[in-house]
């Protein structure tokens, strides 16, 4: 299994910025990617930015130019760097690791875990 821990979440101002951290624990080697996904009141969850072992990125078109994703070297931490925040950018933000899991005669699954999610609200 896989333990997800997120921080960094608060209040900011229109055109600040934020960085949100998870920390990842338990077996850490199935993963294989993780991300951001976030979800406002009255939304769908959508995804922000994603991440593989390899380094391949993904970003929403709203994400852009203005966030950033990484991981460091142990592939144990994200990061998502937020800049030029937009009131639209307020939601929960959840923590995402996908992980390979094998089952009996070498079947291999995908598990997505997640996190308890943190609140980034941008406002003035």
């Known amino acids: 299994q896989v333990q997800l821990v997120e921080s960094g979440g608060g209040l900011v101002q229109p055109g600040g910025s934020l960085r949100l951290s998870c920390a990842a624990s338990g077996s850490i080697f199935s993963i294989v990617a993780m991300g951001w996904y976030r979800q406002a009141p009255g939304k769908q969850r959508e995804l922000v930015a994603t991440?593989?072992?390899?380094?391949?990125?993904n970003y929403a078109d709203s994400a852009k130019g203005r966030f950033t994703i990484s991981r460091d070297g142990a592939k144990t931490t994200v990061y998502l760097e937020m800049n030029s925040l937009k009131p639209e950018d307020t939601a929960v933000y959840y923590c995402n690791a996908r992980a390979l899991t094998a089952q009996g005669m070498g079947i291999m699954y995908e598990y997505d875990y997640w996190g308890q999610g943190t609140q980034v609200t941008v406002s003035s």
């Open positions: 991440i593989t072992n390899g380094g391949r990125t």
